[in-house]
């Protein structure tokens, strides 16, 4: 399946012209009607880590395509015009029920998220996170279940991107 942009864009977003041509291995494109200049960029996306008490980290199974079924960090995209902290308090309301009390930044790590045919190439930003009530998660909608498993026993292929396996991989070598 062809899903980078160059695949995927046969028509100038502005102007309808057929001649949207792609250069710069497909990092950009130019209108030759309009002359309307798009380039394709990282999307702004955060990945949390929570712990328990035990030192367990907390996953959430995916309830929703792509990848549903697998293991995932919670987080999302960053809203335009959002800070990425607010993006990681707003996840984690959204997804978890529960409020942010404290997040540090970790590390991050570029991921290809192939959604409706198309590749949104984002850079994943990890914080380690405190929250206020664990006992009190509630998976939103997009979450069938959470679980806690200690960093070192996950099984990567369960995890649902590369860049989860890489975050994780981090944690370990660099903080326990
Ligand atoms: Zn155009």
Do not use: W
Not at 8 to 19: F, H, N, Q, T
Not at 29 to 53: D, M, P, R, T, W
Not at 57 to 63: I, Y
């Amino acid at each position: 399946m062809f899903t980078h942009p160059a695949d995927v864009i046969k028509y100038c977003p502005r102007c309808g012209c057929k001649a949207f041509i792609s250069n710069d291995k497909g990092r950009s494109f130019k209108c030759e009607g309009c002359h309307f200049n798009y380039y394709i960029n990282s999307s702004a996306a955060v990945a949390c880590l929570i712990f328990n008490q035990e030192g367990k980290l907390l996953l959430a199974r995916r309830a929703v395509e792509p990848a549903k079924g697998m293991l995932d960090l919670p987080g999302g995209f960053v809203e335009p015009m959002e800070r990425a902290e607010e993006a990681v308090n707003r996840e984690i309301r959204e997804e978890l029920g529960v409020q942010v009390t404290q997040a540090d930044f970790l590390v991050s790590y570029p991921n290809e998220y192939i959604f409706s045919g198309f590749s949104v190439f984002t850079v994943d930003l990890a914080f380690i996170c405190c929250v206020d009530n664990l006992s009190g998660i509630i998976p939103g909608d997009d979450v069938s279940e959470v679980e806690f498993i200690f960093p070192r026993e996950i099984k990567k292929d369960e995890l649902c991107s590369e860049s989860m396996v890489k975050i994780i991989d981090y944690f370990i070598s660099h903080k326990i």
